[in-house]
């Protein structure tokens, strides 16, 4: 792992750019994949996607064990890089959906390995300060991607977007090569079953309902990317030139909230109140989600703004929360917690495919606001920080 604040610094720094490659192309998959196959083969899909991964994520200890660090995260960097190219030239279902296969397990493994180069150097009283800067710079990434990926599609088309996303990773593949040569980990990876993982995260109160917490943003997310930007684009007729503008807008509070929430959650509140404010929030906009069936830009801005908020504050919480309660030597911890996302994937999709079978896709907005309340029941069960 890291064994100074100079390649701490390193991995923070990738954020932004790691940002960039994720979030150019981010809002773009599902309308990508929609030209070849339908809304309910889009969401299989991703749920193949996910599964596949899962399985990866279970097998990534032995994969660091048998590679090394170093080698590992440049061998999923070169993929992730690899599987955007793949989009950029792919002009077929076959095509995409080997795309978006090797683009959900190369990014998600990239995650992880940064976690545990991070959680090495994290010190439990600034883990909130740390976490949410990284996420912060991280997120500085999408801010900007939605309106510049609006307009390449625009002007060239959704492949053209995948192209360029693959060449911004280029700076991130090269920081890695340049330092950190001797970069070691002081760390044995021990591969531990995944059922003991699971039974020790279940005993443990707050281990279990900040994984469930962590499922319940990730279901979202799977509704904010996969969804939202089909019922904006196809249902309600809305144009990439606008929609652009609009996703940079609500993104914002991802760069604005989380490193002061981290600050509060360390010094002031710890995470509980924070926690229950962001599902709060994030509950009342997938009502108003369900609700808008007309194209109003600014409207619409205004509640997707809204909606980022809760979600940035839960994000921040989430990655505050957990991290306190585990180190870099829980890797089946991590690597479990990190698995909200992609189960997040198969979940919502198959919920998506249930929804739209019978009713709008709007509903669909409802359904997931249920679970956002159920997570205000979850947080009020765990024990504070302070």
């Known amino acids: 792992m890291f064994q100074s604040k100079t390649s701490a610094h390193n991995s923070l720094c990738a954020g932004p750019i790691n940002g960039d490659c994720n979030s150019l192309p981010a809002y773009v998959h599902s309308n990508f994949l929609s030209q070849f196959v ?13 599964v596949i991964t899962v399985m990866m994520i279970l097998a990534f200890p032995s994969i660091i064990k048998k590679m090394g660090n170093r080698p590992t995260f440049m061998a999923v960097i070169f993929l992730f890089a690899l599987s955007l190219f793949f989009f950029s030239t792919a002009d077929s279902a076959l095509g995409g959906f080997m795309s978006i296969i090797l ?38 990434g999408w801010v900007a991607a939605p309106s510049m990926s609006s307009r390449l599609i625009e002007l060239y088309g959704y492949n053209f977007v995948y192209w360029i996303a693959g060449l911004i990773i280029i700076p991130a593949f090269l920081i890695f090569i340049l330092t950190n040569k001797k970069l070691k980990s002081s760390l044995r990876y021990e591969r531990e079953p995944i059922l003991k993982t699971i039974k020790k995260m279940w005993k443990n109160r707050n281990l279990r309902g900040i994984f469930f917490i962590a499922l319940i943003l990730q279901l979202f997310y799977t509704t904010a990317v996969v969804y939202v930007p089909i019922y904006l684009r196809q249902n309600l007729g809305m144009s990439w030139e606008t929609l652009g503008p609009i996703f940079s807008f609500m993104l914002l509070p991802f760069v604005l909230f989380e490193i002061p929430a981290g600050i509060l959650a360390d010094k002031f509140f710890g995470e509980k109140e924070i ?31 809204f909606s980022r908020i809760g979600a940035a504050l839960i994000e921040a919480m989430r990655e505050s929360y957990f991290f306190k309660l585990v180190s870099a030597k829980d890797i089946g911890l991590i690597n479990l917690f990190r698995l909200t996302g992609p189960i997040a994937y198969i979940i919502g999709p198959g919920i998506a495919i249930l929804v739209t079978s019978f009713l709008p896709i709007n509903f669909l907005f409802l359904v997931m606001s249920a679970f956002a309340f159920f997570g205000i029941a979850i947080t009020a069960s765990l024990r504070d920080s302070l």
């Open 103 to 140: 683009f959900t397990i190369s990014f998600n493994l990239v995650f992880i390995k940064l976690d545990l180069f991070i959680e090495k150097f994290t010190k439990n009283s600034s883990t909130g300060r740390i976490r949410t800067i990284y996420l912060t710079c991280y997120n500085l």
């Open 38 to 50: 339908s809304l309910q083969t889009v969401s299989l899909f991703f749920i193949a996607a996910n």
């Open 275 to 305: 926690l229950m404010s962001g599902l709060a929030i994030m509950v009342v906009s997938l009502i108003l989600f369900s609700s808008i069936g007309v194209a109003t830009p600014l409207v619409w801005a205004l509640v997707l703004f």
